[in-house]
Every structure is written in C-alpha cells, then in structure tokens.
C-alpha cells in the first residue's frame, strides 16, 4: 500500500461513511472520486437528520410550543456553528440559502435593485472570469442583460490560471462588482485573491467569491479575504443537500434589498407596503431548510473534529501523487495546473481522442466514479478547444490505492478503445 506524508487515518474515517463499503456492478468494490459534484455524509450527519426529524421536527421562529422552540434554537445553532467555521465577525451575517447557485443569485438580485451607491445600471461594469462554474456566470449575464451593465472578464492562460496582466483595464472606475471562484471546479486552479481584492478595492467595486470548492477542503476566513459577499454549499463539505450559504458584510446586508419576499422576512405588512426584518432573515423568506441547516452544523462539527488543516494536507498530498500518476499514463493531458501547489483536490484530463463521456462510462463499469462533460464550466472548455474532459475529485476519505485503481483503469480504457 503506497504510503504518503501528511495523510489522515482514511481506514477510521471511511467507517464513517455507509455508502463507501458499497459494491456495484456485480460486485466491484466503489470507488468514489466525484467529490467536487458532492461529498459523501458521514454516519453523524446522517443521525442528526434523521434525530432532527424523530424528535425537533417543527417549523421555526413563529410558534411557542416546545417542538417549535426547540426546532428554532437547532436552526440558528446551525447559523453559529458556520459563523465559527467562516470566522464571520456576526452570526447575522450569515444567510441559508438551498445551494451555492441561490447564494449568488441572490447578490446579483440584490444589486440590480439596490440604490446607489450600489446599483448596477448601464453605466456600470461586471467582472468575472472565464474559469467561472455556470452559476457565477449566468446570474451576472441575467444582470446585465436586464440592466445594460457591460459584463467583463478575465481570460485564462494555457497553463489553466486566470490571466491577470490586464487588471486595470478589466476592474475600472466603472466596476461595480467582481465576482469570482476561489478554487475552480474544473481546472483546480486556486486564484490570488489578494491582488484581485486589492485592485476592486481601489476603485471602489465590491467582491463576491465563491467558495463551494474552498470550503470543504480548506480553512475558510471570510475576514482574511477581505471580499464583500462569500457563497459555498452544503452537500460538497459533508453536509445534506438543499442548504447553502451567503455571507456578507453586515452593513451591505443592512443596506440592500431583499432578493424574496414572503413569510419571516418582513417587520410589518399592510395591504399597501411592508417594512423587514434585519438581516439575515431579511434574506430568508419562507419556510427554511431547518432540517438541512441542521445536518450542515452536524457536517461542520464533524470536519472540525477532524480540522481543516489536516484535510488540506491530506488532499494535497493525494493530489501531488494523482498528478504525478496521470501523467504517467499514455496520452493524458491534464487541463489546468500540472503541480498541486495552488491548486485545489480535483483534477481534469483528456485521454487521447476517446470522448470522456466513454472514459467515465468505462471507469464505471470497473466500479471508479468520476465526472465528466464541461463540469458547468464550458468556457473553460472552448478555452481549451475541447468537447469535455473527465474529473477525479478527492476528499478526505479518499485513498493512494483509489487513484492507483484510477490509473489501472485509465489503462483499460486505453486497451478496450485499442
């Protein structure tokens, strides 16, 4: 068994996941390597839901009775528990939404009918770049199309990293808004956060990042980034899926206007107006994902027991051996950055001409999930004049022997398309 520094005591941890002592097609043993498209749930995650359900099951905030009480003080406990994890100087900072995607729709919504100094309007500009997951890419083209704000963005270079030698000419005077990934979900890439910070800050442009591939992997400090708004997800970091998050600086959440409009975030409704509710319930209207809040506060206490430190090294670890593996393999091209320094646990690849809809469905057969296709990535994708690619993600259950059942299957592939 090939023996790595630095890696976490994977054989404890996977008794911890049900699903990983399955076997699939007629016996193979699973291996799991998507973990950038969802993380397996641990046991402790798995009971708080169903304990959640068995015994607090109620709806939040408005009753008196014990069950609604108790279902309420659950739900925000959750809201500290991520406040903690996040290093957020308030809990109130913190918003649930029901994934990432919502979280940063819900800033472009915001945005685009906020006053001044704010607003987004025609005489403004949209930053992203060209790595973006479809999520931070479409909400910023709805804006724009609805507002006339020109939508900008940075290019990548051959070797998968964002090309920020025209910085100043892409954040402007007239950038309202930069919005980017902290670790591409395709390409690996984790982006310099601070010289893009540094520059939005000196024209004065706010920043959203999105964390759904940082949070699961690495100590995420909100204050450290320096961004205005953070959004990350749930069912990647552990926790059950249908729950998300939104920070955001509180003054910004004081001052801009709720994206939904319903039950709970208001103050005083008449039949001719309404006033809200202070942050964050301002921002969470309805009903909310109170079982889910609480399998994510039971997901982020699992991860701190374990420590985000220690799972940063072991996916690092694991990623420099996977990328020294696949390139061992005939006719692989990794699509991103070929060291594992500033990059993140998932890693893209092309294997000669076989499509990479053949590559996983092959894999597959010999029981190793992997992703593939544009990974909600495609401008990544034409960037590199490519149809699609095949992704291994890694997490901390993941394994040396899984990526060395990665690369033995990557070599079946090659023999079975001759």
Known sequence: MTQLPGLLDTEALRKDFPILDRQVHDGKKLVYLDNAATSQKPRQVLDALNEYYERYNANVHRGVHVLAEEATALYEGA??????????????????????????????????????????????????????????????????????AKLKWFGLTDDGRLDLSNIDEVITEKTKIVSFVLVSNILGTQNPVEAIVR??????????????????????????????????????????????VLWGRQELLED????????????????????????????????????QAVGLGAAIDYLNSIGMDKILAHEHALTEYAV???????????????????????????????????VGQVLDEQGIAVR??????????????????????????????????????????????G
């Open 79 to 148: 809201r500290d528990k991520v406040a903690e994890f996040i290093n957020a100087p308030s809990r109130d900072e913190v918003i649930f939404t029901k994934n990432a995607s919502e979280s940063l729709n819900l800033v472009a919504n915001m945005l685009g009918w906020a006053d001044e100094p704010y607003r987004v309007d025609s005489d403004t500009e949209i930053v992203i770049t060209e790595m973006e997951h479809h999520s931070n890419i479409v909400p910023w083209q709805l804006l724009a199309q609805r507002t006339g």
């Open 324 to 358: 020294k593996r696949l390139l061992e393999v005939p006719d692989l091209r990794i699509i991103g950055p070929t060291t594992a320094e500033e990059r993140g646990a998932a890693i893209s690849f092309t294997l000669g001409d076989i499509h990479p809809h053949d």
């Open 199 to 244: 520059r939005a800050q000196q024209v004065g442009a706010l920043v959203c990042i999105d964390a759904s591939q940082a949070a699961p992997h690495m100590p995420l400090d909100v204050q450290a980034l320096q961004a205005d708004f953070v959004a990350f997800t749930g069912h990647k970091m552990c926790g059950p899926t249908g729950i998300g």
């Open 256 to 291: 801009l206007p709720p994206f939904l409009g319903g039950g709970e975030m208001i103050e005083t409704v008449s039949m001719h107006s309404s006033t809200y509710a202070p942050a964050p319930h301002k921002f969470e209207a309805g009903t909310p994902p109170v079982a």
């Open 372 to 417: 593939v296709g544009h990974h909600c990535a495609r401008p990544v994708c034409l960037r590199y004049g490519i149809p699609a690619t095949t992704r291994a993600s890694f997490y901390l259950y993941s394994t040396p022997a899984e990526i060395d059942a990665l690369v033995d299957g990557l070599e079946h592939v090659r023999n079975f398309f």
